[in-house]
């Protein structure tokens, strides 16, 4: 079923508000996921021209997509003045290339200097202008414009752009936020944990000769020292390995042929990820189910949902290893720095 742009922005004005009966959530929850829907086709555009270049210059290049989790765009619209069908990153796909070289190269040479025919809105370089919290990485937001049907035009799709160690950092912060029942993504939570991932943004952009972080340390031991003495405090390593042990990964996963989308559920009450796969004729049952698990799972922190286009279980694993407890990449990065002499 179809919804109004103003009956979709009204959906997302209900969802704001606190204690909703699960009768008015789940009625707008449906019409949310009407919108959400709607950008699967130019998602999917837009995914094949970042897989074509990225792969082109970087072999081992990483591209998923997604659309954006109920709670995401809930907590963003409370953030943020602005309406549901103004929200330029309900549906996004992402390229992790192997370093920021790359990263600038697949930009300018494919997008900045590229044909598109699409509208660019706008251009956010997190990596020359990191977020406070120490977030990193290219974000590109357009319209989507059709030269054989207006279907779809105007709706807004975001390519990120990132390099694997910035890759490594946020989904090390998705990963600790899932545990901590935090939002340290955007920002919220125990001031030291944030401090925590805000100084090794900062260490990983000295190894990658970016700009560091306002406020921080720009002395190189000054910086480890502190990381390391917080590291000690927090325990991070420690409590990173225990989360990993703690998840009982259920694969349904017998034959990757023809798959399209990955369907992922995790349950901190009972330590599960249930993985589930749709080929590309099942995008409707897809969209259905996920919608199904977000009405049950509705502003609950214990559990969390995701639909995820990739090619591969493997790469989705190494695309999403938040969702997996995996922080061994961040752990291996985090050991140099705690050996820093």
């Known amino acids: 079923m179809s919804y109004s742009k103003s009956q979709t922005d009204k959906a997302g004005d209900i969802l704001r508000k606190n204690n909703l009966s699960k009768e008015d959530a789940d009625k707008n929850m449906e019409i949310l996921s009407a919108w959400r829907e709607k950008h699967i086709y130019p998602l999917t555009v837009f995914n094949r021209r ?14 998923v997509n997604r659309l954006k989790r109920v709670p995401s765009i809930v907590n963003k619209l409370n953030r943020m003045t602005l309406k549901l069908t103004q929200m330029q990153d309900i549906a996004g796909c992402r ?19 590229g044909d598109l025919r699409h509208k ?32 779809y035009d105007g709706l807004q799709i975001e390519v990120q752009i990132r390099s694997k160690l910035q890759h490594i950092w946020a989904t090390a912060v998705e990963t600790a936020g899932f545990f901590k029942k935090q939002q340290l993504k955007s920002n919220k939570g125990e001031d030291k944990w944030l401090h925590f991932f805000k100084l090794v943004s900062s260490a990983f952009a000295i190894e990658e000769e970016m700009p560091l972080i306002e406020g921080v340390s720009k002395n190189k031991s ?49 330590d599960k990820l249930l993985v589930r796969v749709f080929n590309k004729r099942q995008e409707k049952k897809a969209i259905a189910k996920l919608l199904e698990i977000e009405k049950k799972i509705y502003d609950n922190p214990n559990y969390d949902t995701v639909l995820i286009g ?5 790469n989705l694993e190494q695309a999403y290893p938040n969702y ?12 140099k720095i705690l050996d820093y002499k």
Do not use: C
């Not at 970042?50 to 591209?63: H, N, P, R, W, Y």
């Not at 809105?121 to 059709?146: E, F």
């Not at 990739?310 to 493997?314: E, Q, S, V």
């Open 222 to 270: 000054e910086l480890y020292n502190e990381i390391i003495q917080l590291e000690k405090e927090l325990q991070v390593k420690v409590r990173m390995k225990q989360w990993a042990d703690t998840i009982d990964y259920l694969r349904h996963v017998k034959d990757e042929r023809d798959v399209h989308f990955f369907l992922l559920e995790l349950d901190l009450i009972q």
């Open 95 to 113: 390229s992790i290339m192997g370093n920021v070289d790359l990263v600038y190269s697949l930009y300018k040479n494919h997008y900045k200097n």
């Open 50 to 63: 970042l897989k074509l270049f990225s792969e082109k210059l970087d072999k081992s290049a990483l591209i």
């Open 310 to 314: 990739a090619d591969t279980l493997k």
């Open 120 to 151: 660019l809105v706008k251009v956010n370089d997190y990596i020359m202008n990191p977020k406070k919290d120490g977030y990193r990485s290219l974000h590109l937001v357009y319209k989507y414009i059709s030269d054989k049907n207006d279907k």
């Open 324 to 335: 997996f407890l995996d922080t061994k990449e961040f752990i291996k990065k985090l050991d």
